[in-house]
C-alpha cells in the first residue's frame, strides 16, 4: 500500500462576490514509503496549495476541499481537526519557502526545535533542548549549542533552513513535504541544502513530496516527477524518462527554456509563449492550449483525458510532442 | 542597557526643566488669579499690593521662576496658596488615589481588551468581531463625563449596587498605611476595608477604563489579524502544536509590541481622563486637585508641580514601554 494516496484532490477558493476560482483540480498520484516525488510547475499552477491540502493547512474559511489524501489508512480531510494536528509534524513534516519569515522571530532557534518535540514525543523542556541540540548537528549547523539560545535574525539564510528542516525531521515523520525549500537561497546554499536533504532522506528513509519549479531540483532529487498545468496533472514519468523523453509540450518547453552552459554563444533563450494569463477553463479544452506549439482542434474540444503511457507515466495531450524528438 | 536607561534619564531632566520654564510663564499670563482668589474682586488696591508682595509675585518672573528652581532643588516645591500645606504634602495625599483608580482601569483594559481584540481577530467579520468593532467605536466617542454620570445613575440611583462616590464608606474604620485603600486592607489584613474600597472603585474605574479598553481592542484586533498572516503561524500549525501553545507563544507575544506602545500612551494620558471621571464620583485625587487648582484661584506652586509630575510620569512609563520591548522582542535588543 502507498504511504500516501491522494485521489482527485479538488481545491476551489470562493470568495464572497467572485467567481469560484478552481486552484487545484482533481490531482491523484501517490507516494510510497521511501520514494521521492516531483510536483513541478510554474507559480500558480497549485503546487503549494496541493501540500497545504494534504497537511488541512489551507484557510477554514474561503475554500472547499474535495478528493480523499489517504495517509497511512486514514482520510486525513476526514480527519477531525485534532485527529489530524496530533499527526502534523509527527507523521508528516513540512518545509517552507521563505527560511526567514517562516520561524518566530522573538523564540530562540531552540526553544522552536524543542518545542515539537515536547508536543509528540512528550518529552519535557531539557531533554527535548538536548535532543534539538543533536537535531541542529545533524542538519549540519556549526556550534549547535550556541545557536540554540539565539534568534532566527542572528544566523545566516542557510542554516534558518537547516533548523526548519530539523524541525520537520524532529519526530522521524514518514513523509516530508519540501515546497520550493530552495528558492529564497543563494545558490550555492542550494546545493548544499540539496544534498543534506537527499542525505538525510537516505538515511531516514523518510517519503519526500519536493515541490519546486526548478527542474533542477527535480533532476537531482525525484524518482518520479508530476507535472501540473493549472491545477490538473498533465504529465507523470519516472525522472529518467521525463527528462530524455519529455512527452507533454509543456514539459518539454519547461526542459528547453533551461538555459545550458554548452549552446552558442549569442543564441537566443528558449520561452513558452504566452503567460499563464492564457490560460482557458479545462472544461472548454486544454488549459494550455493557447500557448501550445502542438494544438490541434481536439485541444478545444473539453479536456484532455490523462492515460497510461508506454514506459508506466500518465499524459493529458491530444498531440504530444514525438518520443524521437529529443531535448536538445 | 543601562546606558539606555541612564541616557533616556538625562534627556528626562532637561525635559522637566524646559517644560518647568514654560509652565512658569504661561500659568502666571492666564487670566484670573490667586490674588483675586483669596481677596475676591473688591479687595483695596493695597491689600493687594501686599499680598503680592507677599506671595512675591512682585519681582521680575526670571527672579521668581530662579527662586522656584533653586527651593526645586532641595525638593521644596513650596506651598499651596489655598492650603498654606506644602505642596508636596497636598500631591503626596492625592496621588495614591489616581495611581489606584489609573491601575484599576489599567487592569480593566488590558485584561479585557487583549483577549477581546484577539477574539475579535479569530473571528473576523463574523458577529463577534463586529460587536467589537461597534462596542469600541462607542467606548472611543462617549464623552467620559457623560458616561461617568450615566454608569452613576443607573447603578447607584436606580439599582443601588454602588456607592455614588468616594473612595471608602464612612465610618469604615480603616489604617492608612500606604494611601492605597483597597492594598492597605491587605497589609493591615483588614479585608472589609479592601472590601469596601474595591466596592467604591469599580464604576471610577470602569469609567476610567473605556477610551484605554476600546483602544487597546482595536490594536490588538489589527496587530493580531497582521500576525495570522505571517508564515510563522503556519509553521507552528504544520508543527501540530496546541492551539494554546500556537496562541500564546507564536501569535501573541508578536502581536503584543503594538499593544505595549499603546498601552504605554493611554496610561500617560489616563490623568485628562481622570480630572473628568475624579469629578463625576468626587474621588480625591489628582483630577480633583488639579480642578481644584484652576477654578479655586490658580494655585500656581500646586499646578506647576501637577503638571510636571504629569510630565515625568509620562515620560517614565513610556521609558518602562521601551524597555519591555528589548523582553519581547530580540531584535531592538541593545547589542
Given at each position: 500500500m502507498s504511504l500516501l494516496d491522494v485521489r482527485d484532490l479538488s481545491v476551489v477558493f470562493q470568495r464572497k462576490g467572485e467567481r469560484p476560482f478552481t486552484a487545484v483540480d482533481e490531482v491523484s498520484f501517490s507516494v510510497e514509503p521511501g520514494q521521492t516525488v516531483g510536483l513541478v510547475g510554474e507559480s500558480g499552477c497549485g503546487k503549494s496549495v496541493t501540500s497545504l491540502a494534504i497537511m488541512g493547512l489551507l484557510p477554514k474559511r474561503g475554500n472547499k476541499v474535495t478528493g480523499e489524501v489517504n495517509f497511512d489508512g486514514a482520510d486525513l480531510l476526514k480527519l477531525r481537526p485534532e485527529d489530524l494536528r496530533d499527526r502534523r509534524g509527527r507523521d508528516i513534516g513540512m518545509i517552507f519557502q521563505d527560511p526567514l519569515s517562516s520561524l518566530n522571530p522573538v523564540i530562540p532557534i531552540g526553544t522552536q526545535v524543542a518545542e515539537v518535540l515536547e508536543r509528540h514525543r512528550g518529552m519535557d523542556r531539557k531533554v527535548a533542548l538536548k535532543e534539538a541540540r543533536e537535531l541542529l548537528d545533524a542538519v549540519g549547523i556549526p556550534d549547535p549549542t550556541r545557536r540554540l539560545k539565539e534568534y532566527p535574525h542572528q544566523i545566516s539564510g542557510g542554516m534558518r533552513q537547516r533548523a526548519l528542516i530539523a524541525i520537520a525531521l524532529a519526530c522521524k515523520p514518514r513523509l516530508l513535504i519540501a515546497d520550493e525549500p530552495t528558492t529564497a537561497l543563494d545558490v550555492t546554499i542550494q546545493a548544499q541544502i540539496l544534498t543534506l536533504l537527499k542525505q538525510l532522506v537516505d538515511e531516514t528513509g523518510t517519503a519526500l513530496i519536493m515541490i519546486t519549479h526548478d527542474l533542477g531540483v527535480v533532476a537531482g532529487l525525484c524518482d518520479t516527477v508530476n507535472v501540473l498545468y493549472g491545477g490538473k496533472i498533465v504529465e507523470r514519468a519516472a525522472r529518467h524518462d521525463l527528462f530524455a523523453r519529455p512527452r507533454h509540450p509543456y514539459t518539454h518547453g519547461l526542459l528547453n527554456s533551461v538555459p545550458r552552459l554548452d549552446s552558442p554563444r549569442g543564441e537566443r533563450l528558449h520561452a513558452i509563449r504566452g503567460s499563464v494569463a492564457d490560460n482557458i477553463p479545462w472544461a472548454e479544452g486544454c488549459a494550455f492550449a493557447p500557448r501550445c506549439d502542438n494544438v490541434v482542434d481536439a485541444c478545444l474540444d473539453g479536456p484532455p483525458p490523462l492515460e497510461p503511457t508506454a514506459n508506466g507515466g500518465d499524459l493529458r495531450c491530444n498531440n504530444p510532442v514525438s518520443e524521437e524528438v529529443a531535448v536538445p | 542597557m543601562l546606558r539606555v536607561i541612564v541616557r533616556r534619564l538625562l534627556q528626562l531632566v532637561v525635559t522637566l526643566i524646559g517644560l518647568s520654564a514654560l509652565v512658569f510663564v504661561w500659568l502666571r499670563n492666564l487670566p484670573g488669579g490667586p490674588i483675586e482668589a483669596l481677596?475676591?474682586?473688591?479687595?483695596?488696591p493695597e491689600r493687594r499690593a501686599l499680598l503680592v508682595k507677599a506671595l512675591g509675585y512682585d519681582q521680575p518672573i526670571l527672579v521668581q521662576y530662579a527662586k522656584f528652581m533653586q527651593r526645586l532643588v532641595t525638593g521644596d516645591f513650596g506651598n499651596s496658596i489655598r492650603s498654606g500645606d506644602p505642596v508636596t504634602e497636598v500631591i503626596g495625599r492625592a496621588f495614591p488615589a489616581t495611581v489606584e483608580l489609573a491601575a484599576a482601569a489599567m487592569i480593566i483594559a488590558i485584561g479585557l481588551g487583549v483577549p477581546l481584540g484577539y477574539l475579535a481577530a479569530r473571528h473576523r467579520g463574523r458577529l463577534l468581531d463586529n460587536l467589537s468593532i461597534g462596542g469600541t467605536l462607542l467606548g472611543i466617542s462617549i464623552p467620559i463625563f457623560f458616561l461617568g454620570y450615566l454608569l452613576k445613575d443607573v447603578f447607584t440611583q436606580n439599582m443601588h449596587l454602588f456607592p455614588p462616590s468616594g473612595r471608602i464608606s464612612t465610618g469604615m474604620d480603616n489604617t492608612d498605611v500606604t494611601g492605597f485603600f483597597v492594598l492597605d486592607g491587605l497589609l493591615t489584613r483588614e479585608f472589609d476595608a479592601t472590601g469596601d474600597a474595591l466596592w467604591h472603585l469599580i464604576l471610577p474605574a470602569v469609567t476610567l477604563a473605556t477610551i484605554p479598553l476600546a483602544v487597546v481592542v482595536r490594536i490588538t484586533r489589527a496587530s493580531v489579524l497582521d500576525v495570522l498572516n505571517e508564515d510563522f503561524v503556519r509553521t507552528a500549525e504544520a508543527k501540530g502544536l496546541r492551539h494554546k501553545t500556537i496562541r500564546g507563544r507564536h501569535i501573541l507575544r508578536n502581536a503584543l509590541l503594538p499593544v505595549v506602545t499603546t498601552i504605554g500612551l493611554q496610561t500617560g494620558a489616563l490623568l485628562s481622563g481622570a480630572v473628568l471621571t475624579e469629578r463625576v464620583y468626587n474621588w480625591g485625587g489628582l483630577g480633583t486637585l488639579i480642578y481644584d487648582s484652576i477654578s479655586g484661584g490658580r494655585d500656581y506652586p500646586v499646578l506647576q508641580a501637577l503638571i510636571l509630575l504629569a510630565a515625568l510620569v509620562f515620560v517614565v512609563v513610556n521609558l518602562l514601554v521601551d524597555l519591555s520591548y528589548a523582553f519581547i522582542d530580540p531584535r531592538v535588543r541593545v547589542r
Open positions: - | 481677596l475676591g474682586e473688591r479687595a483695596t
